[in-house]
């Protein structure tokens, strides 16, 4: 390692977290002299009851609110635009984004376009766009209600050309959450399928963001204690959660963002074009996946398998015992172990491969991955 190349590690955000949590909402909006918040979420968010306390609670403590909540399940640039002008049109003075990824970062998108008014994807990241967001940006608040994608500690937002479908990928350290209000309260009435999906997610994060190649020993200890959490709770949460299960696993998800700031890998570029292209839920590509790409990985990372291993308990402390952990682990929580039983077939390989080749997640890999080797990897999934 060369310890005379100076580096940049950051953990800015301030996370209010433990059960109940959301109650401070007002009085926080209060102390910084905020009455007029935007309230970004979902529709199906926006008809649950504890959505409609904390709204109740914000009324209650003075704030005029707004609520926007007419976005896609995988957000489009539209959605954005048309919480931009709701914004406009009722004159706001903060935004707080309620929900799971979707909503997080069709909010996290408005945030943006509030104070930058060009078209949408010229900040995209992936062509330098993220220089031209320069000015300041509204009070930006984020409640996650689900423990997965970990938008709320996130510094970008990934939506969607209306037309092509094209993914782009808004992304400045200025997008992070003033403050996030983590209540595992807000979780416990998660399906079950929901719960294993996107506990999954958060799995993939925290391992994949250890096994990134980039050199961040900070990561690498979030992510480590994020996995040994879901080892311990997702199954739990899934089949019979409790506050407990819950907690930990909102902490889980949250360490796996704030981990994967060093990097993904070969597993979230199998798993992104499965949801573009066939509307895979984007936790259930990654279960499913998980298990190949990290064989796939060992050749190279033995040593980091075996301290995987190690955090997740197994016997035999070696890449292969971590595979045949992510098969079963995947058994226990109802996720199928092929892709064929995800409705992917022989002839989508071909378009997926070329996808995932272009996708943004592997190059941080620690094995560089080729086409073919997608190729590979989704037959062997199939
Ligand atoms: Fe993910």
């Known amino acids: 390692m060369d310890f005379t190349q100076i580096r940049q590690f950051n953990f800015p955000t301030i996370i209010r977290f433990g059960a109940g949590v959301i109650k401070e909402l007002p009085a926080y909006l209060k102390q910084n002299n905020l009455r007029k918040p935007l309230v970004v979420t979902d529709h199906v968010i926006a008809g649950l009851d504890f959505f409609k306390a904390i709204l109740a609670d914000l009324k209650e403590g003075g704030s005029s609110v707004e609520v926007f909540s007419d976005i896609h399940k995988n957000p489009v640039k539209s959605d954005v635009y048309k919480g931009t002008t709701q914004w406009d049109s009722t004159s706001r003075d903060c935004v707080i984004g309620i929900g799971g990824g979707a909503a997080l970062d069709v ?15 010229k900040y995209d990241d992936l062509i330098g766009g993220d220089v031209f967001v320069t000015n300041d940006v ?5 409640v996650p209600t689900t423990a997965g994608t970990g938008s709320e500690v ?67 200890g979030i992510a480590l204690e994020g996995m040994r959490m879901i080892a311990n709770s997702l199954e739990k949460a899934v089949k019979n959660p409790d506050v407990e299960s819950r907690s930990e696993m909102l902490l889980a998800s949250m360490m ?13 570029s199998l798993a992104h074009p499965l949801s573009s292209l066939l509307d895979t839920h984007h936790g259930l590509a990654n279960a499913v996946n998980i298990p190949y790409g990290m064989k796939f990985n060992i050749e190279g990372s033995e040593d980091k398998f075996y301290r995987i291993a190690q955090t997740l308990n197994l016997k035999e402390l070696n890449g ?24 992917v077939k022989e002839e989508h390989l071909d378009t997926l491969s070329e996808l995932a080749f272009a996708d943004f997640a592997h190059p941080n890999n620690p094995k560089p991955v080729t086409q073919k080797d997608f190729r590979d990897l989704y037959g062997e999934a199939l």
């Open 107 to 121: 909010a996290r998108a408005i945030v943006l376009q509030i104070n930058h008014r060009e078209d949408l994807f």
């Open 138 to 142: 509204p009070h930006f608040i984020t």
């Open 320 to 343: 292969d015992a971590v595979v045949k952990y992510l098969f079963d682990f995947n058994s226990k929580l109802g996720i199928p172990h092929k892709l064929r039983d995800i409705d």
């Open 154 to 220: 996130g510094r970008s937002a990934i939506i969607a050309d209306d037309e092509t479908h094209q993914k782009k990928i808004l992304f400045s350290p200025k997008l992070l959450a003033k403050i996030v209000f983590a209540d595992p309260l807000l979780t416990m009435e998660l399906p079950a399928f929901v719960t294993a999906a996107t506990g999954m997610d958060a799995l993939t994060h925290n391992m994949e963001a250890f096994l990134a190649k980039n050199y961040h020993p900070l990561c690498d």
């Open 256 to 268: 796996g963002a704030i981990a994967f700031q060093k990097g993904l890998g070969v597993v979230h």
